[in-house]
């Protein structure tokens, strides 16, 4: 079974073109969509559903900058330990702490310039974390990227709680 990456003829690499990306799985797309199956026996129709929900996956993962790099990392054998490795660097859990009273004092004050700014900031972290993670991944050291990783999910949670803030102040 193919990768995803090979599903759409590309590179295994995090930095792809996302034109030829979009491309690629119009062209899948076209092939296997279930209206050109219309005639077909149950088997064949089965078979189309199922490359392209693949197909559809495939693209979702790899358009995402966060899934393309999780997904890397375990193509690569490294798994990225979710659940059961939490532990994260001293400085960037310091950080986690300033932001969190950050968002509460802006939450207890409804102070919308306050969230503002830690979103900017949130965001500001997230593009750097995103090419600390595609240097480590076009290096090949899918372990360190992989910490990378889980701290990125730290910081797409903490950006849903920010968004949360925001819409319950808006609101």
Not at 127 to 144: E, R
Request: charged letters at 30%.
């Amino acid at each position: 079974m193919k990768n995803h990456f090979e599903l759409f003829h590309l590179p295994q690499k995090f930095a792809i073109d996302m034109a030829a990306l979009d491309s690629a799985f119009h062209e899948v797309q076209n092939r296997v969509h279930p209206d050109k199956f219309i005639n077909a026996g149950d088997t064949e129709k089965r078979v189309a559903m199922q490359w392209a929900t693949r197909a559809n996956e495939a693209y979702r993962t790899l358009r995402n900058p966060f899934k393309r790099a999780a997904y890397l990392c375990e193509l690569n054998g490294v798994d990225l330990q979710i659940q059961s490795n939490t532990a994260m660097p001293r400085d960037f859990l310091m950080q986690q702490m300033e932001w969190r009273d950050e968002l509460e004092e802006a939450k207890a004050d409804r102070d919308l310039a306050a969230l503002e700014g830690l979103e900017s900031d949130l965001r500001a972290a997230r593009k750097k974390k995103l090419s600390d993670i595609a240097a480590l991944l076009d290096a090949d050291d899918f372990v360190a990227a992989a910490q990378g990783v889980r701290q990125l999910m730290f910081l797409e949670k903490f950006g849903e709680e920010v968004e949360a803030v925001f819409e319950k102040i808006e609101g």
